[in-house]
Every structure is written in structure tokens, then in C-alpha cells.
């Protein structure tokens, strides 16, 4: 048997797991939950990972024992070095038969090595939210990714909660809402099954589930197509948070990655950007008016291929791995900004 390279993109709420061989084709597929381990732990995002690549040979008909000869791991919390190395350890003494050896990075990372190896921007904004730069010296800069306590602007986290927080400063009389509440607070007690707001509290304290008060963000944006102008006013607010996570790292791009046909590159990841109809206003609005627009255009690019392709790729640069690719295949450009043009 040839050569197979496994990766995984695990984000907050779901991860994809693919198998390729040293000729880039597609072996097999598996799908799960979370791989992040500060959410999970670190002993049940190993075994997540092992179920994962476990299911995808199970379904290219590769026995269990037969290990990969890599895995790239690219994680949501895998930002830290020293705790990517413990969960390494952890997966080569527990499953030694998973992987001969393994490239673990951030799910932005992961993501970015799907469109080139040669540096770039990930803005991811799903479940949470991150924006990397990794120039091609290898120098990283990040903004945002802190988590929802500290730091998850643009994400469908953050844009329920803030749909959820003009009602209830509203309702206290402790500050208007910028538009009338009532489709808003009617989409919100329907998503929470509550009837006052006091009813909501267990779903943000006792029994706190981030991914489903994230959930309400598909909702919200319907209710926003469909004319609710409270809705509309909270995506504007996170294309503008998402161009400012933008705009923070372009400003250190390296001029090859600013000289690019199209500009800089800037891979967008995560189901928010499905509403790129409801976030364009702001975020093109932010970069024209917070004056520190990037160095020339940016291109927005879409994958157009598997999660987890990338930390395949990923797995294979690092660790100097025959995996033939042809990243043009993997992407769509779906916006170009250019300050003159826009």
C-alpha cells in the first residue's frame, strides 16, 4: 500500500478527518465532533482523534492497525507548542498504531496550508473566531481567538450574544436598542424555549453550551434577510470586527504576500462568512473609514475542497513528505476590496 497522509480540522464544534495518498487523491472521509482540548480535555480529544482516523480507514477498507505514515492535526486551541507536543505524546503512548508521526498546529494553520506554503492570512469565523498571518519567513501574528470570555468577535458566538444583549438592555431600560427588539426577542425566546429572561440564565451559567447559543446565528440571519433591521445591525457589527482582525495582521504582511496578484490572500473559514451578504457592509465600511486599511487589495477566498486537506498538506511540508497538490483547485476567490474600486 501506498503512502497515506491523514489530517484533521477540528474546529469548536465539528471536525473532519481525510485520508490522501502521496498522489494528493482523496481516500476517504470521516466526520465528528469538537477536537479542542480546552473544552473537551486533552485525554478525549486524543481519543476523538483516534475514533476519527479510525472511521476513515474503516472506510477505505484499511484495517485499524495499519498506522499512517503522517497526521496533521489542526486544531482550534492548538496554538500553544508546549501543550501540541504533551498532546503528541499522549497520542503516539495511547494509540501507537494511529499515525508513525504527527504535525500538529491551529485549525487556522491547518486551514492555510489548503492554498499555499508560502504564507498567508486565515480569518476564521465560525462557532469562534481567529485571524493568523503566517509570513513566509515563518513569523505568526495573530488577532482575536481568545475565546468568547476574552475574545471572539465576528463569530456566531458573539453575534448571538450581542443580538441577545441589545434585548436585554433594552428590556431593562438600561440602553435602546439601535431598532425595535420584538422580532429579535421573539426569535430568542424561541431558540431557548424560555418565556422571560430570567429563564435564560441556565443556558448561559448552569448549563452553558457555547455551540448552541451559537446556533442562533443562522436564525438570526434569516430574520436579517428578511428585512429585521436590529438583525441586519448586529452582522454589519461583525463584518466590521472581522476587517478589523483583517486589517491588524495585513498590516504586518511581508511584501510577497502583499504583492500577490490580487493582493493579499486572506482565507475565510467558518459558516459566519456563508453570510458574507449581511457582514460586506461593515466589514468594507470598517476598512474604508477606521484609517488603517491594508497595503493595496485583498482577495477573500473560499475552499472549495475537504476540511482537513489542509492539515494533510500541512503534515506533508513539515515534515519534508511527498504530497503532490494543486492548490488552485482548493479555493475560490469571492470578493477582491480595493480602496479605489470599492
Not at 203 to 209: L, V
Request: proline share 4%; aromatic share 8%; charged share 25%.
Amino acid at each position: 500500500m501506498c503512502s497515506l497522509i491523514g489530517g484533521i480540522e477540528g474546529g469548536a464544534t465539528h471536525s473532519h478527518a481525510v485520508i490522501l495518498s502521496a498522489a494528493g487523491e482523496l481516500v476517504s472521509v470521516a466526520q465528528g465532533p469538537t477536537t479542542n482540548y480546552h473544552l473537551i480535555g486533552m485525554t478525549e480529544c486524543r481519543k476523538r482523534i483516534a475514533d476519527l482516523i479510525t472511521e476513515a480507514k474503516r472506510n477505505a477498507g484499511i484495517a485499524p492497525d495499519v498506522p499512517l505514515e503522517a497526521l496533521g492535526l489542526g486544531l482550534s486551541g492548538c496554538e500553544l507548542e508546549e501543550s501540541n507536543v504533551e498532546l503528541q505524546k499522549g497520542l503516539e503512548r495511547n494509540y501507537p498504531l494511529l499515525s508513525r508521526r504527527y504535525a500538529i498546529g491551529s485549525d487556522t494553520e491547518g486551514s492555510l496550508a489548503a492554498v499555499s506554503n508560502r504564507g498567508g492570512v486565515t480569518c476564521i469565523a465560525g462557532t469562534g473566531s481567529n485571524t493568523l498571518l503566517i509570513n513566509p519567513d515563518g513569523g505568526k501574528f495573530q488577532c482575536r481567538g481568545w475565546g468568547h470570555m476574552l475574545g471572539d468577535e465576528g463569530s456566531a458566538w458573539h453575534i448571538s450574544w450581542r443580538a441577545i444583549k441589545y434585548c436585554f438592555d433594552d428590556l431593562d431600560r438600561f440602553e435602546d436598542a439601535p431598532h425595535p427588539i420584538d422580532a429579535v426577542w421573539n426569535l430568542v425566546r424561541d431558540h431557548f424555549r424560555i418565556k422571560t429572561q430570567r429563564d435564560i440564565l441556565d443556558s448561559f451559567y448552569k448549563n452553558f453550551d457555547k455551540a448552541f447559543v451559537a446556533s442562533l446565528c443562522k436564525r438570526l440571519a434569516d430574520v436579517a434577510r428578511g428585512g429585521d433591521p436590529l438583525a441586519a445591525a448586529v452582522f454589519r457589527e461583525a463584518g466590521r470586527h472581522l476587517a478589523k482582525s483583517v486589517a491588524s495582521v495585513a498590516a504586518r504582511a511581508a511584501p510577497e504576500l502583499t504583492s500577490r496578484e490580487g493582493g493579499l490572500h486572506v482565507l475565510c473559514v467558518g459558516s459566519v462568512w456563508l453570510s458574507w451578504d449581511l457582514l460586506r457592509d461593515g466589514f468594507v465600511d470598517c476598512l474604508r473609514s477606521e484609517g488603517r486599511p491594508p497595503a493595496g487589495p485583498l482577495s477573500l477566498l473560499r475552499l472549495t475542497t475537504e476540511m482537513g486537506i489542509g492539515s494533510a498538506l500541512m503534515a506533508a511540508d513539515r515534515l519534508g513528505l511527498r504530497l503532490d497538490r494543486d492548490y488552485t483547485k482548493n479555493f475560490h476567490v469571492f470578493y477582491v476590496y480595493n480602496d479605489e474600486a470599492n
